[in-house]
């Protein structure tokens, strides 16, 4: 009998324990319906706290104007297009981890992509508010819709990428929503099936699409996933790109440099695969999921670290070698004194961001720091810290001393509207990951189910017979023929 | 079931190699005695750059087959080790191509070939300020030790990881942990080989080998746009030799599951390389400056824009209608006539990237040269490639067969 489910005993299993389908049930959905710890309660009301200070600053932001943000006539974006940035890029794992890592047919996706899908969706939400609000007159933010209207000729700019950016965020921002909401689906039915409560039956009921698992569902289904990920794909890449049109487009030292596109995505994945890590290691500990997201979800994550971070470290060194080499004045005064010298007031910023993003991972060249716990939730707090700062940089730096020198800038230092704001975002971030967490499950279980029998710890220790049988014997019995 | 596992090579396939060999060298000398041997610069530099285009594209397309055996070794791939021996043969004739290259372009550089590389003549740079600033960098003694020092470094990790490949031939592996030993010891070789590349074909060699040809010019994404390039060339290379093999009975394991794969990977990247083709394309166009637009000026509007958008059309367009659909990557007569057009269309590619600036004579018009020479040497080089790769394919078995993941190989499916 051909054998379909057979996977090398080299690679270490990806469900650990002596799981069935009933017990990966079991495991995944009891948080879920289970009352919810303090630690839960706690971890939700900071985040309202939060929430709550940010929409206080905006709500200064929308009666005041955006005078009440320290922007100038020179640095025309600051912390908020830091912040927009910085969200989106975060917004990037997940997509990447559902739609290209299951067409490279990577298992270990599984465990962590329900979460990482969830957090994009809800890091994709925050960053969409920076621009929003930065509009000043945000009840005419539908200004930004190209719809036949009744202003003549006054469209929208086709020719601007700040316009490229709605329609590409907008675009990932629904197509995630669906890939996530239809990968759940299976998920949704099995905690209506478990309900006992009256309103869980009627909330997960109604939240299933009338799933039943049947056979026509499951080929349906599996089409889909296969569709969306096609189409999310080009979508991964397209969104930062557009984001570094942003400034790429224009004559501004320091941003009009061919690389960015290819180089935000890197530095996009890298933050983003950071914030998966800083959350699944709370999440998995918490929720007491270790058996699932496992110290090889966490070491192929952190591969994934130091890879996107060495290539954001080559397209780093690559600008600063090409402002040097291009032989153009004005970009070598970007870097040279704008952000190389640690004597001009941001200096400090750029050699953050070199410390964080390019040296700093490179610890994770070392298996044993791959796999320490404390040195991963440490190293990805820091990725993020730089990332931010990457973005400040390219931002701040960029412009604050232009082509003009009776036009630069003095010191640019935030309002306490401009950090609440960003506080804001973490506090709308964090409410809905809770939420998530409380009433979704973290972790996909019927895809999980669907590489049991391959990858889980006990099924592999079954294949010892299998694991001795030579090349020959093994194709003789298992080989197939695919109409080759 | 026992299978074929030792290819020998036919002798049709090697008088084929063998023909196309000679004519190249008849391109070659043909080439010379209507350029090279001429005695003004320009003339000359037509036969060069002919040189310098064939042998810097075949020896980056070969090379590929070793950053896809590295980049699946760390990201233990399985399902390539059906047919993991085919790149591991082509990247054998690395070194080979290498030597070629590195004399070339050690030859323009050292022979006085100005018109090629402007940088390379230090009276005119003493007048030029942008040349003079570059000097650091491109200077005579730093592109010959660079040069070199890759091809070496390119020709030593790869035999490593062959020989590591072929280590396990007649000692099969015990037990699981033996399995993980060797598994690491790759993954540790193969890194290093990754750091290499990143720092050579990612960063400073296409710099150095291509974009100082047009020495005035810069674009930040000209190396990652060269990876591109060669890469989707590369796996199509792999593409051909594995449906060689399967045609003539060899590769039993290899499936159309794989072949589907390496048909992926050919859709995928010539769409990515579409992508910054694009970038920098039209961020270039976009800002309108024109230190930067210089370069397509000649391309996408001069002498070169009949080349130029071709290629763009068999880069992108071809791959995306036609290797769309799940058949055209499960049919050996598709995947053939896509790899066989992706592979010149991104040696036209390399074209328009080497010749317009070599071919702008002294009034500042670009030529385009008889473009059938370059289509003679480029023939030169896919016979030589071919009888080295079917050397190596002939000196050791097909199948990698005590591989821990070869199993995971056998039962592919997509």
Redesign the interface.
């Known amino acids: 009998m051909?054998?379909?489910r057979?996977?090398?005993?080299?690679?270490p299993p990806l469900v650990d324990g002596s799981k069935d389908y009933h017990q990966v049930t079991e495991d995944i959905c009891r948080p879920v319906e289970a009352k919810p710890s303090r630690l839960w309660w706690m971890g939700f009301l900071i985040s309202v706290a939060l929430l709550i200070f940010g929409i206080v600053s905006v709500t200064m932001e929308v009666m005041y104007g955006t005078g009440q943000w320290n922007l100038n006539k020179t640095i025309g974006w600051g912390w908020d297009i830091t912040n927009f940035v910085w969200w989106v890029g975060i917004g990037h794992a997940g997509t990447l981890i559902s739609a290209i890592l299951l067409?490279?047919?990577q298992g270990w996706r599984t465990g962590v992509n329900r979460a990482a899908e969830a957090m994009t969706i809800f890091a994709v939400m925050c960053a969409g508010q920076f621009p929003i609000w930065h509009m000043g007159r945000v009840w005419n933010a539908f200004f930004v819709l190209p719809y036949a209207n009744t202003r003549g000729p006054l469209w929208v700019n086709f020719n601007s990428p700040l316009l490229w950016d709605v329609f590409a965020i907008s675009t990932y921002f629904t197509v995630s929503l669906l890939f996530w909401y239809s990968g759940l689906l299976p998920d949704l039915a099995t905690l209506r099936d478990r309900a006992k409560e009256k309103w869980r039956k009627a909330f997960y009921g109604v939240a299933a699409f009338g799933w039943t698992g049947s056979t026509k569902h499951w080929q349906r289904h599996e089409a889909l996933s296969l569709v969306l990920a096609g189409l999310s794909t080009?979508l991964v890449?397209s969104v930062h790109?557009i984001v570094s049109?942003d400034f790429?487009?224009?004559?501004v030292p320091g941003w009009?440099?061919?690389?960015?596109?290819?180089y935000f995505v890197a530095g996009a994945i890298f933050s983003g695969f950071a914030m998966v890590q800083t959350l699944l290691l709370v999440t998995r500990k918490v929720l007491a999921l270790e058996d699932y997201i496992t110290i090889e979800h966490i070491e192929v994550m952190n591969?994934v670290i130091v890879l996107t971070g060495?290539i954001v470290g080559?397209?780093y060194?690559?600008?600063l070698f090409?402002a040097w080499?291009?032989?153009?004045d004005y970009e070598w005064f970007a870097f040279k004194e704008n952000r190389l010298s640690l004597s001009s007031p941001y200096g400090w910023s750029y050699w953050l961001m070199m410390g964080c993003n390019v040296l700093s991972p490179q610890i994770f060249?070392f298996r044993k720091m791959r796999r320490n716990l404390l040195v991963t939730f440490f190293m990805s707090i820091l990725v993020n810290i730089g990332m931010w700062f990457e973005r400040f940089v390219i931002i701040v730096t960029s412009v604050y001393r232009d082509y003009l020198p009776s036009a630069w800038s003095t010191y640019y230092t935030p309002t306490i509207w401009e950090v609440g704001f960003y506080m804001g975002t973490f506090g709308l971030f964090f409410t809905c990951y809770f939420l998530f967490s409380k009433f979704f499950p973290v972790i996909a279980l019927a895809e999980i189910k669907h590489i049991l029998k391959r990858s889980g710890e006990n099924y592999k220790e079954k294949m010892d017979e299998?694991?001795e049988?030579?090349?020959?014997e093994?194709?003789?019995k298992?080989?197939?023929?695919?109409?080759? | 079931?026992?299978?074929r596992e030792n290819f020998v090579v036919p002798k049709r396939y090697n008088t084929i190699a063998i023909s196309l060999m000679v004519v190249g060298i008849l391109a070659i000398v043909g080439l010379y005695v209507t350029s090279g041997s001429k005695d003004d610069a320009h003339h000359q530099a037509r036969f060069w750059a002919s040189l310098l285009q064939n042998s810097v594209y075949f020896l980056l397309v070969v090379n590929a087959s070793m950053f896809f055996i590295c980049a699946t070794t760390?990201?233990?791939g399985?399902?390539q080790m059906a047919f993991r021996r085919v790149p591991e043969a082509i990247s054998a004739v690395v070194p080979v191509v290498g030597v070629i290259c590195a004399a070339i372009l050690l030859a323009i550089t050292f022979g006085g070939q100005h018109a090629i590389y402007h940088w390379s003549d230090t009276e005119h740079v003493k007048h030029d300020?942008?040349l003079l600033?570059?000097e650091g960098?491109l200077n005579k003694g730093f592109f010959a030790v660079a040069t070199v020092l890759t091809v070496v470094l390119w020709s030593v990790l790869g035999w490593k990881m062959r020989q590591l490949s072929r280590s396990l031939d007649n000692e099969?592996l015990k037990t699981?942990e033996e399995?993980?030993k060797y598994?690491w010891k790759n993954t540790v070789w193969a890194?290093g080989y990754i750091v290499v590349f990143?720092l050579t074909v990612?960063?400073s060699l296409p710099?150095l080998w291509l974009m100082s040809i047009d020495a005035h010019w810069?674009?930040?994404?000209?190396?990652?746009y060269t990876f591109a390039s060669t890469f989707v060339a590369g796996m199509a290379l792999i593409a051909l030799f594995v449906v060689f093999l399967?045609n003539n009975g060899y590769l039993?394991?290899?499936?159309?599951?794989h072949?589907h794969d390496i048909g992926?990977f050919m859709f995928a990247f010539s769409?990515f390389w579409t992508?910054?083709w694009f970038?920098?394309f039209m961020?270039?166009w976009?800002?309108n400056?024109p230190?930067e637009t210089v370069y397509f000026k000649p391309r996408a509007e001069g002498a070169y824009s009949g080349i130029f958008w071709l290629m763009f059309l068999i880069n992108f367009l071809a791959p995306l209608l036609i290797l769309m659909t799940r058949g055209a990557k499960?049919n050996y007569g598709t995947i053939t006539f896509m790899a066989l057009l992706i592979i010149f269309g991104h040696w036209l590619d390399f074209y328009q990237m080497v010749f317009p600036s070599p071919m702008t004579d002294e009034k500042g018009v670009t030529h385009v040269p008889m473009i059938l020479y370059d289509f003679g040497v480029a023939l030169g080089f896919v016979g030589l490639i071919m009888f080295a790769v079917g050397r190596a394919l002939s000196k050791a078995p097909l199948?990698a067969?005590?591989h821990?993941?070869?199993?995971?190989s056998?039962?592919h499916?997509t």
Do not use: C
């Open positions: 051909a054998l379909l057979y996977e090398s005993q080299v690679r067409l490279f047919r080009p890449l790109t049109f790429a487009t224009s004559v009009h440099t061919t690389i960015f596109p290819p591969k060495s080559i397209a060194l690559t600008e090409m080499y291009s032989h153009v060249w299998v694991e049988e030579t090349t020959e093994f194709g003789g298992h080989g197939h023929d695919h109409g080759a | 079931m026992s299978i760390l990201a233990w399985g399902w300020p942008t600033h570059k960098f099969p699981v399995r993980r598994i890194a990143a990612m960063s710099w810069y674009s930040t994404m000209y190396s990652w399967k039993e394991y290899a499936t159309n599951e072949l992926k769409v992508y910054l970038s920098q961020l270039i976009y800002a400056i230190e499960r199948l067969k005590n821990p993941f070869i199993k995971e056998l039962i499916h």
